[in-house]
């Protein structure tokens, strides 16, 4: 079953650049990748599920919530040496391009203790960064998150627009560029 699932969202992936292309995505994934973000691939559009997911507080969240406003969503675990490695990159990012007009939000998905989730946090020195869960991964299931990190980057629309498996750095400059040109495709709307 997993395998399935497996070859499924890595078929998705392999045609969903040309369907992006087509539509006139004016988030150019393709450069990105050229510079080095080679696990980069364009998503098909569509509305992004609205399974709900928590926060450390107990509060609920769904991503509906965010609306109007690109993001960077990034699904971790506590126990997940890449995301041990790509987590400053994330905190930096929201650090200096977080605000009204963009957020990145990071997603322990799976059995995250919120001790390890803080411990992981302190150790990492992430300051800028939400602690949010999807402890049944409810969320990334119906995301087709089959490994961890996972990063989603989904427009002010709501719409997944590029999806990265694996780690990524994602202050440099073509993580960067990527960022900008999601952030401008969302203002010209």
């Known amino acids: 079953m997993r395998l399935n699932l497996l070859y499924t969202a890595l078929f998705c992936g392999a045609i969903a650049a040309p369907a992006l292309a087509e539509d006139g995505n004016p988030v150019v994934v393709q450069a990105a990748h050229d510079a080095g973000m080679t696990k980069l691939v364009d998503s098909f559009p569509g509305d992004i599920p609205d399974e709900p997911f928590g926060d450390l507080d107990g509060g609920e969240h769904r991503l509906a919530d965010y609306a109007g406003k690109p993001l960077l969503v990034n699904f971790w675990a506590t126990w997940c040496a890449p995301c041990r490695e790509e987590m400053p990159s994330l905190d930096a990012l929201q650090a200096e391009m977080g605000g009204e007009d963009f957020e990145v939000l990071t997603i322990a998905a799976g059995p995250n203790s919120p001790n390890a989730i803080r411990t992981f946090f302190e150790e990492e020195g992430i300051g800028s960064l939400p602690t949010l869960t999807d ?13 961890l990190p996972v990063t989603l980057l989904i427009d002010a629309e709501g719409r997944e627009v590029a999806r990265l498996p694996g780690e990524a750095d994602w202050m440099s400059e073509p993580a960067l560029h990527l960022i900008e040109q999601l952030k401008d495709a969302s203002a010209a709307d």
Do not use: E, H, Y
């Not at 991964?137 to 998150?145: D, E, K, N, P, T």
């Open 135 to 147: 402890p049944r991964m409810q969320l990334a299931r119906s995301l087709g998150i089959v490994g």
